[in-house]
């Protein structure tokens, strides 16, 4: 079955420090995935996607991540982390369904950020 | 930002009475979704629409039903409400029904049922 584990609940960063958020997706064909971003209170926006050629993928607001097949991983980074990053990070895999496809979400990784 | 509108934001309901909320959009995108979302579960999915009056199941559609009249809107009816529906609800658009085609998001409906 096609799954999303993001093995960390909380991650405490210093403003400044870098970040690596991890995501391990479960899916029998070429993944297509995705991170999202949701700040308190509001809706979630697309920070990347990847779903064929390059393994290194960028997003916005400085954030990239690298897909590894060989660890069914697409861990997200960003080399300094912002006060306004702080937020709830969402990885996502795109699975086919009957006349469309779903998301199926991790259970996210909600970001602090130490002033 | 996407055009997508959720109604209403919050609202507060009892037990086994019926709750609508609306999804209304103007990017003229074909394909809409109903997830919830609820702590340490991610979102899931409840509905969704490949276009007007074609709707679907998703994996968590018990208790739910849908509507898709016009393009631009997308209902979602709790017919009894009860205790177990208290979530965040949000409806996301998307263009393509291909898996790598992006989907957006509305800001979300609070809903809570006492």
């Known amino acids: 079955a096609q799954s999303v584990t993001q093995p960390d609940i909380h991650i405490t960063v210093s403003e400044g420090a870098s970040l690596e958020l991890r995501c391990n997706y479960s899916?029998?064909?070429?993944?297509?995935l995705f991170w999202y971003v949701q700040s308190p209170g509001q809706g979630l926006q697309l920070l990347l996607k990847?779903?064929?050629?390059?393994?290194l993928v960028q997003g916005i607001k400085g954030f990239e991540a690298e897909f590894k097949r060989s660890q069914s991983s697409f861990n997200l980074r960003k080399p300094s982390v912002h006060w306004s990053d702080a937020a709830e990070y969402f990885c996502?895999?795109?699975?086919?369904?009957?006349?469309?496809?779903?998301?199926?979400f991790g259970s996210g990784t909600r970001l602090l950020v130490r002033p | 930002d996407a055009g997508i509108t959720q109604s209403p934001r919050h609202k507060v309901t009892e037990t086994g009475t019926p709750v609508t909320l609306r999804c209304h959009q103007t990017?003229?995108?074909?394909?809409m979704y109903w997830y919830r979302q609820d702590p340490g579960h991610g979102l899931r999915l409840i509905h969704y629409?490949?276009?007007?009056?074609?709707?679907d199941k998703g994996e968590v559609s018990d208790g739910y039903s849908v509507s898709r009249s016009k393009t631009e809107d997308f209902l979602l009816t709790l017919e009894s409400a009860t205790s177990s529906q208290t979530s965040v609800y949000f409806c996301?658009?998307?263009?393509?029904?291909?898996?790598?085609?992006?989907?957006?998001f509305g800001p979300g409906t609070r809903l809570t049922v006492t």
């Open positions: 990017e003229n995108h074909r394909y």
């Open positions: 899916y029998g064909a070429t993944p297509y």
């Open positions: 996301a658009i998307s263009e393509g029904n291909l898996q790598g085609a992006e989907q957006y």
């Open positions: 996502a895999v795109g699975a086919p369904m009957d006349s469309s496809y779903k998301l199926i």
């Open positions: 990847y779903f064929s050629g390059d393994t």
């Open positions: 629409s490949y276009g007007v009056k074609d709707t």
